[in-house]
């Protein structure tokens, strides 16, 4: 993390606060900062769509909320889920709080716009959307079957900044709620996460979260992650994605160039988002001419001074420069260096 970053949740943590009402001001801090309705922050992206789905099923009828996982009978408990995803905890954690997935699609066809349309019925309670697996293009058009419906499109956007405009984007292109992660390119607090969208379904995922009696009682935002992450979000914004784009390229060219050469393997840097999200970032692509090395090559990294991990595809190891601090790549280069 950023020092200032670092800084912010050193100095909450000499407080004393109400964190519920210090949740609720961060909340409309970074809403006015960010240009949206309203904001939660949740202890991560996961824990944001489960809140999510649970203000799906119970809105701010607090009856409901207490009753969860339990949903009445003839309630709406359905969610229209594209199946295009490997994250299998998204579906565990819609059961966990009562509701019921209908997958839609697949990971090897994608899922399209008619096919979202046909799954939703009476009993529908939510539709969700995954941008970077889906198309940008379509969250429009799944935002109007939500409306259509009557019910939230939660769109998941965990892995999706920069860029910055993605922030406000998605709301203003209809989603009842747009969950991020709080660490990743946003680079604040790991276990933190923001929730931007509809105030009703913001304030429906507080009165489901800690420190009320509900399914997220168990997800305590404590005051040091909310001030981080307000700072993060305040420092991200006071920032540029040319910049960004720019500090990356370099970082991944410094890799780049300190193993050209190396035997057995190609370098390639690579901007396409199929290695991992978001796809506004450069990414080094190590491939090996023989993949019994990698995992040779993975250790020798991981059990170094500092450990290190790439990430890694059938056949490839990859850096991603997104969260290093300065003089860390240095680092990250020599090391490989060393051990390829």
């Not at 989603?175 to 991020?180: K, P, S």
């Not at 999200?277 to 019994?292: G, L, Q």
Request: hydrophobic share 45%; net charge negative.
């Amino acid at each position: 993390m950023p020092p200032e970053v670092v800084a912010a949740m050193e100095r909450a943590s000499r407080s004393y606060v109400s964190v519920d009402q210090l949740g609720l001001a961060v909340g409309r801090f970074v809403a006015d900062l960010v240009g949206v309705p309203a904001v939660y922050v949740s202890c991560g992206a996961a824990s944001g769509m489960q809140l999510a789905a649970a203000a799906c099923l119970t809105g701010t009828d607090r009856a409901r909320v207490e009753a969860l996982p339990e949903v009445a009978a003839g309630r709406p408990r359905e969610f229209v889920v594209p199946m295009v995803d490997v994250h299998a905890y998204i579906y565990q954690l819609i059961a966990a709080v009562g509701g019921v997935v209908v997958g839609v699609g697949s990971m090897e066809e994608g899922v399209t716009v008619e096919q979202v349309r046909a799954a939703v019925g009476e009993h529908t309670a939510g539709i969700l959307y995954y941008l970077g697996p889906q198309p940008r293009e379509q969250l429009e058009p799944m935002a109007a079957v939500a409306r259509e419906a009557g019910v939230p499109l939660i769109v998941d956007a965990a892995a999706q900044l920069p860029p910055r405009s993605n922030l406000r984007d998605m709301v203003e292109g209809g989603a009842g709620l747009a969950v991020f992660s709080g660490g990743k390119g946003l680079r604040g607090p790991q276990s933190s996460g923001l929730m931007l969208g509809d105030p009703q379904l913001v304030e429906a995922a507080h009165l489901n979260s800690s420190p009320a009696s509900a399914v997220g009682r168990g997800m305590k935002v404590g005051k040091e992650e909310l001030l981080g992450v307000a700072a993060a979000v305040e420092l991200f914004l006071s920032g540029s994605d040319d910049g960004d784009l720019a500090e990356w390229q370099a970082r991944c060219e410094l890799v780049r160039d300190a193993i050209a050469g190396r035997g057995g393997i190609r370098t390639s840097i690579v901007h396409d988002g199929a290695l991992t999200h978001p796809a506004f970032t450069p990414r080094v692509r190590i491939d090996f001419a023989d993949e019994a090395r990698i995992p040779e090559v993975a250790r020798a990294l991981r059990e170094g001074e500092p450990a290190i991990q790439l990430g890694a595809r059938a056949g490839l190891l990859y850096f991603d420069p997104m969260t290093l601090l300065p003089g860390e790549t240095e680092i990250v280069a020599a090391r490989l260096h060393e051990a390829l």
